[in-house]
């Protein structure tokens, strides 16, 4: 939004300069991929066969990952926002820990929950279900790393709305259910897609994880990201051309999830 | 539907025995803190209290007797039939008004079409019929009220509980909210907490003056504010309230500060405890002793004067007096000294001090 030509802004212009240094660092190593892009041999590189198979693979599992992101999440999310018990706190921090956890660490403990000798892997072997190496590998991986951000923004939005549409909904006769059917996921409904909007592009960019506990076998654990980072070595031009293909789905997401994050004027008013 | 509830929050130290007749409205008054919201959020199922029972139309809405113990029962709020209607109307804003309205009709298993049937004759009723297809961030403060009236009427509830309704309306719809809230509340069980007397006089056939997390008074508003029996209700009656005992033709307040001299018509025994409530605006204020020697005096020192509005308000430890911007100049020499407050007998209620629970002997 532009301000109008009259509002005083008063930010100096040294804090200009350094936010354009700042500003740089973001947009340079994007250009300098963009001008390393071979474009005469653009289309026949992203659509080799292993690229598009990774390609697919990536979306595949990652509209999975997202879809358990909303179906754990978001109770994860009300039990967090609206109930009061003890070790709460605590519990918050540690559902949040995949979050700052080195990729790479979260799939080692994924590897010894679900592993060949894992904790729950001998029991699902019992079952004839082998978890490790698999394409369902890479969606649990991508769905541990995912998770915490449509918790924490959903957290964060049922806080902002507070209970008190619920607590009238009540009263008129609603049951739980009915209430949060009909009042608290409408009302919540657009941080909803904003948290699962970035859940996708978390598990769409999951690497270290999904390496350590999938592998990398292609057509059934190598996303686009193991793919781009096996083409460096032996094919940058590859790599490069992918790598483009991951930032224009990463803009389109972002975009996407700025217009449903953002809830229109109207709702704020009403909200505040 | 009929209502009775006990309420014991020790913590807060508050006990609370009220009862609502079918069809009566129930006006509950008292000074900021002293818990009315928390009795009305406790009846509606959204607060838990330590101990208590309460009973609307021979069910159970909670028993949780004292020490706990198995025999607890707490109704969860959508099985009550009691609507909560507070100070914001709080429409659900993702909802249209006929939506918000037919929400309780829908909750309580009747179709789309019936609910919204059952919602289109309410906002009928609250003369919003017209609002039906808006959105509730496009209705103004009064409509929004209106819509809220509506919304919890709709849901057909045993009890309705109304916090401070008209608190956050604009001043010039107050008026008409108000009137609506007088025909919707006839032959309907309503408790309403307000700090307003005109609602307490216009909506509701019995007040309850909580104070301390007591009941202090309780009677019709015209018992309970025309002889007022604390400083709460004389305060918002508009009243002096001078309490003391009866010495003769004298009343001597409680601490002998002061003697009221020229009682009209005692109607008590020597010595007996007694009220007397006199309107500001009845009492003269003179720096010498009344010419006319009938009226009723008092003599005290003039603490200060203020303006409020259009008069000039003498107060004294004792009584405050309503004097005009004239008088008040040539009072404002004798401020910090002693002054006589004046006023005909005719002008004053005088009638024996009870302490609390008046119409549980009646």
């Not at chain 1, 978890?131 to 590998?137: E, P, V």
């Not at chain 2, 959020?41 to 607060?47: D, S, Y």
């Not at chain 2, 007797?65 to 659900?92: D, K, M």
């Amino acid at each position: 939004m532009r301000p109008s030509p009259t509002s005083y802004s008063g930010v100096p212009r040294w804090v200009l300069a350094i936010a354009a240094i700042g500003a740089a660092f973001v947009l340079l190593p994007l250009l300098a991929m963009v001008l390393r892009v071979n474009w005469a041999e653009f289309v026949p590189l992203i659509s080799s066969e292993s690229s598009v198979a990774a390609l697919l693979l990536s979306l595949r599992t990652s509209l999975a990952a997202t879809a358990l992101c909303v179906i754990f999440g978001v109770p994860m999310a009300l039990v967090l926002a609206r109930t009061d018990f003890w070790g709460q706190k605590v519990l918050r921090s540690l559902v949040l820990l995949p979050l700052v956890l080195p990729p790479v660490v979260g799939g080692i403990a994924l590897l010894y929950t679900f592993g060949r000798r894992g904790l729950l892997g001998q029991t699902f072997e019992l079952l004839g279900i082998e978890i490790a190496f698999s394409t369902t590998a890479v969606v649990i991986a991508q769905t541990f790393v995912a998770l915490p951000f449509l918790v924490l923004s959903l957290e964060g939005a049922l806080r902002t709305v507070g209970s008190r549409y619920e607590a009238v909904g009540a009263t008129l006769g609603a049951s739980p259910t009915t209430v949060l059917r009909r009042i608290t996921l409408p009302l919540v409904l657009p941080a909803v897609l904003s948290g699962a909007v970035l859940s996708f592009a978390r598990a769409l960019g999951e690497f270290g994880a999904t390496l350590t506990f999938a592998g990398s076998l292609q057509g059934t654990t190598r996303t686009l990201p193991l793919e781009i980072y096996l083409q460096r070595e032996t094919d940058p031009d590859t790599a490069v051309a992918l790598s483009l293909v991951l930032v224009v789905v990463a803009i389109v997401i972002v975009s996407l999830a700025h217009r449903t994050g953002v809830p229109s004027r109207r709702r704020t008013r009403v909200l505040s | 539907m009929s209502f009775s509830l006990d309420l014991h929050v020790a913590e807060r130290d508050v006990r609370l025995t009220l009862a609502v007749a079918d069809g009566e409205t129930l006006a509950i008054l008292g000074p900021n803190g002293a818990g009315k919201s928390t009795l009305l959020g406790t009846i509606a199922g959204l607060i838990k209290p330590d101990t208590g029972r309460a009973e609307l139309g021979g069910t159970v809405l909670f028993d949780l007797p004292p020490g706990g113990g198995t025999r607890q029962l707490w109704r969860p709020p959508h099985q009550r039939g009691v609507s909560l209607l507070a100070q914001e109307a709080l429409l659900f804003p993702h909802l249209s008004v006929l939506d918000n309205v037919a929400f309780g009709p829908r909750s309580a298993g009747a179709s789309s079409s019936r609910a919204r049937q059952i919602a289109t004759r309410w906002l009928r009723e609250v003369d919003a019929d017209q609002l039906s297809a808006r959105r509730p961030a496009e209705l103004s403060g009064g409509q929004a009220q209106r819509i809220a009236v509506a919304r919890a009427l709709a849901s057909d509830p045993g009890l309705l509980l109304l916090d401070e309704p008209l608190a956050a309306l604009d001043i010039s719809v107050a008026p008409a909210m108000r009137r609506l809230l007088r025909r919707v509340l006839a032959e309907r069980s309503a408790l309403i907490v307000t700090h307003d007397v005109l609602d307490a006089y216009t909506l509701a056939d019995r007040v309850v003056i909580v104070e301390g997390g007591r009941i202090v008074d309780e009677g019709t508003p015209a018992d309970v504010f025309d002889r007022p029996r604390s400083a709460f209700a004389a305060g918002l009656a508009g009243l002096n309230l001078l309490t003391g005992i009866r010495r003769g033709t004298t009343l001597v307040t409680a601490d002998a500060a002061a003697t009221v001299a020229n009682l009209p018509e005692p109607g008590v025994a020597e010595g007996a405890p007694l009220s007397l409530a006199v309107r500001p605006a009845a009492v003269s204020v003179s720096a010498l002793p009344p010419a006319d020697p009938a009226l009723t005096h008092v003599r005290a020192e003039l603490i200060d004067l203020e303006p409020r509005g259009d008069c000039i308000r003498a107060r004294s430890v004792v009584l405050a007096a309503d004097v005009s911007p004239k008088e008040a100049a040539q009072l404002d020499a004798a401020v910090g000294s002693p002054v006589w407050f004046s006023f005909a007998a005719s002008s004053a209620t005088v009638y024996p001090t009870v302490h609390s629970d008046r119409t549980t002997s009646s």
